[in-house]
Each structure stands twice: as structure tokens, then as C-alpha cells.
T-cell receptor, first 114, second 112 residues
Framework: KQEVTQIPAALSVPEGENLVLNCSFT??????LQWFRQDPGKGLTSLLL?????REQTSGRLNASLDKSSGRSTLYIAASQPGDSATYLC?????????????FGSGTKLNVKP | EPEVTQTPSHQVTQMGQEVILRCVPI?????FYWYRQILGQKVEFLVS????????KSEIFDDQFSVERPDGSNFTLKIRSTKLEDSAMYFC??????????FGPGTRLLVL
């Protein structure tokens, strides 16, 4: 069974710092990987989606990379801001055709201090 | 910008009662999902739905659970006889294809 792990579990950085969040998965046979942010008591907001054939995706200050063979993805946040404070989750999608299962990591709780 | 909506935002029920959680996915989306998140734990996949039938379900999604798309806009999750351990945040999500999923704000279910 697929296991998704995120390290670190929590991270506190001063505003302006660049940072990297890590996600690893045990089964490399994934269809895609998605990064989300979750604010306390709220739903999940999609940040970036990387297909299994891609190496990275960028959106604004965010860059996500994927190394499928080694079972790793990273989310790079440039010039962090207090508004980036949230829990960041990665999730992998496995399956064929319309038959898919989804596995989430437990998240990295980020606190960006002003 | 279109978004997924869920009702109610909070629901409290007695053990053994039936609950129905409602979701309105983004209108042109074809794929629908339910997830749950027990407090302090990972988000867990429950079920995916496409073309008016279940595509995939997890081990959690047993006979106590069912999903339905009763009309062109709503997507519901029914729990027939709630248990204490069903207390969780339930998220609905939708997507155009097998790409990005868009999540609703969730329904917090508390079973007493």
C-alpha cells in the first residue's frame, strides 16, 4: 500500500526566507502528485499539480519538483510571507483509467514569522 | 471564480442516526470525490464517482456509506447508521478530468 510521508512535520521561519518542503512516497507507480495548502478549519486549496511525466511545475513563488523514480517531491517557496503560514499537504494519485486512489501525507505545518 | 460548496458546515448527530452530507461541485466538472479527515490525522480518500457510478472506493467506504448524484448539481454522501468514529471533517472535491481536484470547505460531523 502506498505510504506518503512529509518532512518536516512543522517549520518556523522568518519572513523572506526561501524554504523547501519534502514529500516522499513508497510506490513510484503514480499518475500525478498534487500539493495543497490547508488553513485551520478550512478546506484544501490546490497549489500545483505535477503529472508523472513531468519534472516540475511553477506558479508564482512556488516551484514543485518530482523525481518519480526515487519517490520524492519538493515544494520550494521563495521569499516566504506571513500569509504563507498554513499546513502544506502532498497527495499522490494512483490507478488506471477512471479507477484511482489517492493518498495524502500528514502535512508540514509552516509558520512564517513577520 | 467557481467553487465547490458544501452543506451543512457543521452537523451534530446521535450515534445510529443517518446523515446526509451535501456538495455542489463546480458545474462543468465530471469527476467527484469524498474525503474525510479525522481531527489531527491525514486526509483519507473515501470514494470517487464518474459517469453516475462509483469509480473507486477505499476500505473505509463500507456498506454504511453511499453516494448519489440525485440531480444535475448535487452530490451527496450518506452515512446510514453513524458511529462515534465517523466524527470527522468531510470534504467533497471535483475535477474536470484526472488532473487538479478542487475541494469544498468541508462539513464537520460530530457523532455523540
Amino acid at each position: 500500500k502506498q505510504e506518503v510521508t512529509q518532512i518536516p512535520a512543522a517549520l518556523s521561519v522568518p519572513e523572506g526566507e526561501n524554504l523547501v518542503l519534502n514529500c516522499s512516497f513508497t510506490d513510484s507507480a503514480i499518475y500525478n502528485l498534487q500539493w495543497f495548502r490547508q488553513d485551520p478549519g478550512k478546506g484544501l486549496t490546490s497549489l500545483l499539480l505535477i503529472q508523472s511525466s513531468q519534472r516540475e511545475q511553477t506558479s508564482g513563488r512556488l516551484n514543485a519538483s518530482l523525481d518519480k523514480s526515487s519517490g520524492r517531491s519538493t515544494l520550494y517557496i521563495a521569499a516566504s510571507q506571513p500569509g504563507d503560514s498554513a499546513t502544506y499537504l502532498c497527495a499522490v494519485r494512483q490507478g488506471l483509467g477512471n479507477f484511482n486512489k489517492f493518498y495524502f501525507g500528514s502535512g508540514t505545518k509552516l509558520n512564517v514569522k513577520p | 471564480e467557481p467553487e465547490v460548496t458544501q452543506t451543512p458546515s457543521h452537523q451534530v448527530t446521535q450515534m445510529g442516526q443517518e446523515v446526509i452530507l451535501r456538495c455542489v461541485p463546480i458545474s462543468n466538472h465530471l469527476y467527484f470525490y469524498w474525503y474525510r479527515q479525522i481531527l489531527g490525522q491525514k486526509v483519507e480518500f473515501l470514494v470517487s464517482f464518474y459517469n453516475n457510478e462509483i469509480s473507486e472506493k477505499s476500505e473505509i467506504f463500507d456498506d454504511q456509506f453511499s453516494v448519489e448524484r440525485p440531480d444535475g448539481s448535487n452530490f451527496t454522501l450518506k452515512i446510514r447508521s453513524t458511529k462515534l468514529e465517523d466524527s470527522a471533517m468531510y470534504f467533497c472535491a471535483s475535477g474536470e478530468g484526472r488532473g487538479t481536484q478542487y475541494f469544498g470547505p468541508g462539513t464537520r460531523l460530530l457523532v455523540l
